[in-house]
């Protein structure tokens, strides 16, 4: 399975996770995180039809509101409802630089 994955990151310019079970998110996440930790600059997406991500990229913002996940982290993380939109996200698309670490203000 990781290889397979490896080489889907390699080959691919983009990444779009459309509407699916625990696999599809489990491998949206990990290229996320890749991304995050700069191991590849390529846009990393969810196709939202429907708000079908909705629950996700509001638990994502509880965890910038958290201090788990950088605003910048959570902001490349494209999250659209058409595909025009999710084509000039990607054409727009520029990866955050800085530090792969969230600090948490956890009292």
Request: charged share 20%; aromatic share 12%.
């Amino acid at each position: 399975m990781h290889e397979r994955k490896a080489l889907m990151a390699e080959l691919s310019d983009a990444f779009v996770a459309l509407p699916g079970g625990i696999g599809t998110l489990e491998e949206a996440l990990e290229v996320w995180t890749w991304a995050q930790l700069g191991h590849h600059d390529k846009p990393c997406a969810f196709y939202n039809a429907a708000g079908f991500f909705d629950g996700l990229l509001g638990f994502l913002d509880r965890l910038v509101d958290a201090g788990f996940l950088k605003q910048a982290h959570r902001e490349m993380l494209i999250a659209c409802d058409t595909v025009d939109a999710l084509l000039t996200a990607f054409q727009t698309y520029s990866p955050p630089r800085m530090s792969k670490w969230a600090i948490a203000n956890v009292t």
